[in-house]
């Protein structure tokens, strides 16, 4: 009985025996006998083994749009991370049922920021600036962070959209407190002018406003959260490539350090960075600096270009890459017995103030 309980949810040893030409079959089949009933959204930093099945691949912004318009799918399997998966089952209606893959596909940033660290910085805020701030969090956060900025008054943002919300946000209030990324927050922020020195940084671990000055100066507060992916590119990478590959382009997701953004050519979200080098001509020279599975497959993609990841010792999104045919098959195959496992739901009270910060944010993305 406890070793039943403690295996709960791991995948069965017989999925780690199969072929992969036998698991891609079994998918191959039930998807077919499945019909529109089942819907796989994909996320771009997904393994191809596990991509070539998505009905809809794409960055967080379409993927949370294409979740909201979908109506037919009873049944969908979210390949991305676990907030991925929330905000699904949050957009969708009761009769459909969100499912991850591996429970275990969590994201390191969105865990830096709990409800109660955000409460309490909340109401210190509160005493600080009074009613002048707005909260936005970037849609790698928890559903209880996001109803936390939907029940005050605040959004969720994404990397394609951060732009336009930051701007929306200082049209409600003169301060936006941005969670959980700082990285994104900060270089958002400042490419819509705000100068270094009015923005502050809050430690959620020590409950410490981290900022030297006056502060009635500040006008963005960042939350201290990072993506330990995205912060292994860095300033000696571009550096290294100037010095030895002065032709090529840098480009760089806004999750890396402001320092590294600065540095490079251009930045932008996962889709920004795919069109940019769609759009690039024949022969140009390319380095990225995003996850490698996204890099790999633009390489591939492009035989044509010259294109190389920024830090060469990158790894993929180690915990996007829980998501692998295995799981895929697994949980396809428990829908297909008629089973419930790895369902990700969100509590109807969060659910609904959730919402409220989703639609906020749907509603002008562009
Ligand atoms: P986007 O899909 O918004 O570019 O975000 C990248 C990311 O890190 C997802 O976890
Ligand atoms: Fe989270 Fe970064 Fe992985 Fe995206 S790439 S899921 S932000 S850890």
Same mark, same amino acid.
């Given at each position: 009985?406890?070793?039943?309980?403690?295996?709960?949810?791991?995948?069965?040893?017989?999925?780690?025996?199969?072929?992969?030409?036998?698991?891609?079959?079994?998918?191959? #089949?039930?998807?077919?006998?499945?019909?529109?009933?089942?819907?796989?959204?994909?996320?771009?930093?997904? #393994?191809?083994?596990?991509?070539? @099945?998505?009905?809809?691949?794409?960055?967080?912004?379409?993927?949370?749009?294409?979740?909201?318009?979908?109506?037919?799918?009873?049944?969908?399997? @979210?390949?991305?991370?676990?907030?991925?998966?929330?905000?699904?089952?949050? %957009?969708?209606?009761? +009769?459909?049922?969100?499912?991850?893959?591996?429970?275990?596909? *969590?994201?390191?940033? +969105?865990?830096?920021?709990? $409800?109660?660290?955000?409460?309490?910085?909340?109401?210190?805020?509160?005493?600080?600036?009074?009613?002048?701030?707005?909260?936005?969090?970037?849609?790698?956060?928890?559903?209880?962070?996001?109803?936390?900025?939907?029940?005050?008054?605040?959004?969720?943002?994404?990397?394609?959209?951060?732009?336009?919300?930051?701007?929306?946000?200082?049209?409600?209030?003169?301060?936006? %407190?941005?969670?959980?990324?700082?990285? %994104?927050?900060?270089?958002?922020?400042?490419?819509?002018?705000?100068?270094?020195?009015?923005?502050?940084?809050?430690?959620?671990?020590?409950?410490?406003?981290?900022?030297? *000055? =006056? $502060?009635?100066?500040?006008?963005?507060?960042?939350?201290?959260?990072?993506?330990?992916?995205?912060?292994?590119?860095?300033?000696?990478?571009?550096?290294?490539?100037?010095?030895?590959?002065?032709?090529?382009?840098?480009?760089?997701?806004?999750?890396?350090?402001?320092?590294?953004?600065?540095?490079?050519?251009?930045?932008?979200?996962? #889709?920004?960075?795919?069109? +940019? $080098?769609?759009?690039?001509?024949?022969?140009?020279?390319?380095?990225?600096?995003?996850?490698? =599975?996204?890099?790999?497959?633009?390489?591939?993609?492009?035989?044509? #270009?010259?294109?190389?990841?920024?830090?060469?010792?990158?790894?993929?999104?180690?915990?996007?890459?829980?998501?692998?045919?295995?799981?895929?098959?697994?949980?396809?195959?428990?829908?297909?017995?008629?089973?419930?496992?790895?369902?990700?739901?969100? *509590?109807?009270?969060?659910?609904?103030?959730?919402? %409220?910060?989703?639609?906020?944010?749907?509603?002008?993305?562009?």
């Amino acid at each position: 009985m406890a070793l039943i309980e403690l295996t709960k949810g791991l995948l069965p040893g017989r999925y780690r025996q199969m072929e992969r030409a036998e698991m891609e079959e079994r998918v191959r #089949k039930i998807k077919e006998e499945l019909g529109t009933s089942l819907f796989i959204p994909g996320h771009h930093y997904q #393994k191809d083994e596990v991509i070539q @099945f998505a009905d809809a691949v794409g960055d967080s912004l379409q993927l949370a749009q294409v979740s909201a318009a979908n109506r037919q799918a009873e049944h969908i399997v @979210f390949c991305g991370v676990h907030f991925m998966a929330e905000t699904a089952d949050i %957009l969708t209606s009761e +009769a459909q049922t969100v499912y991850l893959p591996d429970m275990r596909a *969590g994201c390191s940033m +969105a865990d830096m920021a709990d $409800i109660y660290q955000t409460e309490r910085a909340w109401s210190a805020l509160q005493e600080l600036f009074g009613d002048t701030i707005i909260p936005l969090t970037y849609v790698n956060s928890t559903a209880a962070i996001k109803a936390f900025t939907g029940r005050n008054g605040g959004s969720c943002v994404t990397s394609s959209n951060a732009r336009s919300m930051v701007e929306w946000a200082f049209t409600e209030k003169p301060r936006i %407190l941005f969670l959980p990324d700082q990285h %994104l927050g900060r270089n958002t922020a400042f490419d819509i002018g705000v100068p270094l020195e009015k923005m502050a940084v809050w430690n959620p671990v020590s409950d410490i406003l981290e900022f030297e *000055g =006056n $502060i009635n100066d500040i006008q963005v507060i960042l939350w201290k959260g990072h993506c330990s992916v995205h912060e292994n590119f860095t300033v000696s990478n571009i550096q290294e490539l100037r010095r030895t590959r002065p032709d090529m382009n840098i480009i760089v997701h806004p999750e890396c350090r402001r320092e590294v953004v600065a540095l490079a050519d251009d930045n932008g979200s996962t #889709k920004y960075i795919i069109d +940019a $080098i769609e759009r690039a001509e024949a022969g140009s020279a390319w380095a990225i600096g995003t996850e490698m =599975n996204l890099v790999k497959r633009i390489i591939e993609s492009h035989p044509d #270009k010259d294109i190389v990841s920024l830090n060469p010792n990158m790894c993929p999104c180690l915990t996007m890459n829980r998501i692998d045919l295995p799981h895929l098959l697994w949980s396809l195959e428990t829908i297909a017995a008629g089973e419930r496992g790895n369902v990700i739901q969100v *509590g109807n009270e969060t659910a609904a103030e959730a919402k %409220l910060s989703l639609a906020r944010m749907l509603m002008r993305a562009y």
